[in-house]
């Protein structure tokens, strides 16, 4: 069973940075999709930034964060990462971590609802 636990989350100004991580357990192939999507207060859950972990280099942003987020891999310690700076009060939601493992892995990872999903860290960004 894979299991996502995310952490990082917390209360910055806008212009500030924040770097949350995401600790994956319970697979061992090496073809998972990751990413990370946030879910603001009265609006539906948006996909932020996707990466293949066949192909680092297929990484996907929502055009709102691009130019400020970066998602990365450490495959060494099954960590996903999503550094954020320059932040604006916009960002504030509930962010959460989502894998697509195997059967459900399909490459290119784009920014779609993934189906293994963590409990969700809140970033707060204010003005």
């Known amino acids: 069973q894979v299991l996502l636990v995310e952490s990082g989350g917390g209360s910055v100004q806008s212009g500030g940075s924040l770097r949350l991580a995401c600790a994956i357990s319970g697979y061992t192939s090496v073809s998972i999709c990751m990413g990370w999507y946030r879910q603001a207060p009265g609006k539906e859950r948006e996909a932020v930034a996707t990466?293949?972990?066949?192909?680092?280099?297929?990484?996907m942003y929502a055009d709102s964060v691009k130019g400020r987020f970066t998602i990365s891999q450490d495959k060494d310690k099954n960590i996903l990462y999503l550094q954020m700076n320059a932040l604006k009060p916009e960002d504030t939601a509930m962010y959460y971590c989502?894998?697509?493992?195997?059967?459900?892995?399909?490459?290119?990872?784009?920014?779609?609802?993934?189906?293994?999903w963590g409990q969700g860290t809140q970033v707060t960004v204010s003005s």
């Open positions: 990466i293949d972990s066949e192909n680092v280099h297929r990484i």
């Open positions: 989502a894998v697509d493992p195997p059967p459900y892995y399909s490459a290119g990872c784009g920014l779609y609802e993934y189906n293994v």
